[in-house]
């Protein structure tokens, strides 16, 4: 969606919103009729959404780490405030005008990782037809088809300007800092134990493990930001500033006590390691397969061995990491291995197309065995989903489903790699870095949780894989518009 020149309406624009907020004012001062603020708020949003559209739409994006969720505004249906209603307004505006218009270029939709997300979503919609409770379903893959529409494929258009990747990724970290601050300030007020984390964020975040993802994202654009600022014209005197904002971030993580987000800033730290040393992409895919195989072939000894761990989950740091191993005694970890094979006692029942996306927490119940149930399982999923974004993938969209969602992710990360390999410019080189280390960061965490229909996550998981994609098609053309 192209800028257009607003130049000759500033004035009057301006003149009208103070008009329209002074005459909000009087009236609610008059009958305390309050929410007539909300008419000039709703008009400066419709005139920024066309008049200035690709900040408006980045701008939208950046603000997901503060909406408010609602669970049911009526008809069982769940949105985020502000952004859910500003991102199904702007695809809406993304569909009037390609109508309207029906001209696009279409070469970045050839790009494998856009074919593949293309065949994701078809496929969702497929699932949704032969699901078990196909409303739930609609409403599930429309949600998702949004999320993509706008902040995927969107912004492949959106960052062929570099400056509109970094001014995303700058609001993203100013919104994400915003909402640790409040946090941490909240949670100091019990002293930093574990038990407070669980809910802590509320209102923002209703899970402390999405809390802890949504943050891992803003890390590595940090860490390049504080380490590498010269590359993007930031001054050497910020360091400091932002050196002590990638503290902040750390900090909350650490005190939000979710181990899954441990362990997904140690595998990003990995992936960064072998990408000094130049390993290939290939090498990395044929060495998890041999790590997986063996694992496989020596499972019964591994379990053996895991079932020794009897170490519980714990405020104290170095405990609580031990506890990750724990298969015996630790409820959370009981449960996720409840929900997995759950999840694969519904596929072998439905195998192409599963019970139908989003249906996981209505359909698991019946697939449980009282046998494996802990003090934390219910039939109604309302203490979490499948606990894997692979797990609820296969279980809701068949194999094929899980598939296309296991190839989105290696492709994208085959990408990078190549971008990085490839290219000599610095710039895009760290840039790429910082989005695919933050993908690395959720991609390792959905192993163990699931967050990607929630806005939080949503956003930052689709516009990072924009930014490799159109980075991977520039870079290969050298193309790029590297304006600042």
Excluded at 36 to 44: D, E, N
Excluded at 251 to 277: D, K, N, P, Q
Excluded at 442 to 448: D, E, N, R, S, T
Aim: aromatic letters at 14%.
């Amino acid at each position: 969606m192209p800028n257009t020149p607003v130049t000759s309406h500033k004035p009057y624009l301006i003149y009208l919103l103070a008009l329209l907020t002074g005459l909000a004012g009087m009236w609610a001062a008059m009958g305390g009729h309050y929410y007539v603020f909300l008419i000039p708020v709703a008009i400066a949003v419709l005139l920024l959404s066309i008049y200035n559209s690709e900040k408006f739409i980045l701008l939208t994006g950046a603000l997901a780490p503060l909406s408010i969720n609602v669970n049911d505004i009526g008809g069982g249906l769940g949105l985020a405030f502000p952004t859910e209603p500003l991102i199904i307004w702007i695809f809406c505006l993304l569909v009037a005008r390609l109508i309207l218009h029906g001209k696009a270029n279409l070469t970045p939709l050839k790009h494998p990782v856009v074919l593949l997300v293309i065949a994701y979503v078809v496929w969702l919609w497929l699932s949704s037809i032969y699901s078990s409770m196909p409303v739930v379903s609609f409403k599930f893959s429309l949600a998702r088809t949004w999320y993509i529409v706008v902040f995927f494929i969107g912004g492949i258009y959106l960052f062929r300007k570099m400056q509109n990747i970094h001014y995303f990724f700058s609001a993203l970290v100013v919104c994400t800092l915003i909402l640790v601050i409040y946090t941490l300030v909240q949670h100091a007020r019990y002293g930093f134990i574990r038990s407070a984390s669980y809910g802590i964020s509320w209102p923002f975040f209703p899970d402390h493990g999405m809390y802890a993802a949504a943050i891992a994202f803003c890390v590595s654009i940090l860490v390049f930001y504080t380490f590498n600022g010269a590359v993007f014209g930031i001054k050497p005197g910020w360091a400091p500033l932002l050196g002590f904002f990638l503290v902040v971030l750390l900090l909350g993580i650490v005190v939000s006590y979710t181990r899954a987000t441990w362990l997904s800033l140690i595998a990003a730290l990995g992936v960064h390691i072998l990408i000094r040393f130049r390993i290939k992409f290939y090498w990395i895919m044929l060495a998890l397969l041999a790590v997986s195989t063996y694992g496989i072939i020596n499972q019964d000894r591994l379990l053996y061995n895991l079932e020794a761990n009897k170490q519980g989950s714990s405020d104290e740091l170095e405990g609580h990491v031990k506890s990750v191993s724990n298969i015996t005694t630790d409820p959370s970890n009981l449960e996720r291995i409840n929900r997995w094979k759950c999840a694969s006692r519904m596929v072998s029942e439905r195998p192409l197309f599963g019970f139908g996306p989003g249906t996981f927490v209505f359909q698991y119940g019946p697939f449980q065995q009282s046998s494996e149930m802990t003090i934390i399982s219910t039939n109604t999923g309302d203490l979490g989903d499948t606990h894997s974004e692979y797990f609820s993938a296969m279980s809701e969209t068949g194999f094929p489903g899980m598939a296309l969602w296991i190839g989105i992710t290696l492709l994208t990360m085959a990408a990078a790699f190549r971008i990085i390999y490839r290219t000599e410019d610095r710039k895009v080189k760290i840039t790429t870095l910082m989005a695919l280390l933050g993908l690395v960061t959720y991609h390792v965490h959905a192993f163990l949780n699931n967050y990607s229909q929630y806005d939080k996550i949503a956003v930052p998981l689709w516009t990072f894989t924009a930014v490799i994609v159109v980075l991977d098609l520039h870079t290969a053309k050298y193309t790029i518009n590297k304006t600042t």
